[in-house]
């Protein structure tokens, strides 16, 4: 606990503007993958180095349009504004059928399906991100120029002179 205490000011800042009213899937439909991060406990050791992991690559999550929820057994610590409230936490729990005394991360796509499950485990981001550019819909949103721009741009600038051009 004493190591999530001072984070909470920025966990808050990070994470409230999801929360707000969302209460099901539905909410994020085709708007957002979700990594959905089921706790016993914020003092959980591993939900801890889990959440220090994800936290420290937002920005690419953002670029992939992944949201993180953080969600314990019947909401507790609702009221901290970072964890969802006990009726959404209800909902996430029932329908993915995550055990209240376990940690589990799940990824769901912009389809709101489930893609990826761990357990007990610490994963790293870096599968999260492959899942996720290897998803379909993902492949699409970077031939079209959505997202991961510092891809993007990265691979525009190292292309040679003969290569842009017509010839």
Known sequence: MKLLLPLLPLLSMLFL??????QSLEDF???SRLVLLF????????????YNLLQA???ELSERRLKVMLITPNGNRENTGVFLKESASAYFYDHFSAAPYQLELVLVGL???EKYRARN?????SVL???VDGMPMRQRELR?????????NTERSTRSPERRGGG
């Open 121 to 125: 485990t610490v994963t790293p981001v």
């Open 39 to 50: 706790t016993p406990s914020a003092d959980d050791p591993l939900f801890v180095e889990q």
């Open 111 to 113: 389809d709101g399906t």
């Open 29 to 31: 439909r085709w708007k």
């Open 144 to 152: 079209q120029g959505y997202g991961n721009e510092s891809q993007i």
């Open 57 to 59: 690559r937002v920005e």
């Open 17 to 22: 503007p999801l929360l707000g009213d969302a």
């Open 129 to 131: 991100i492959e899942l």
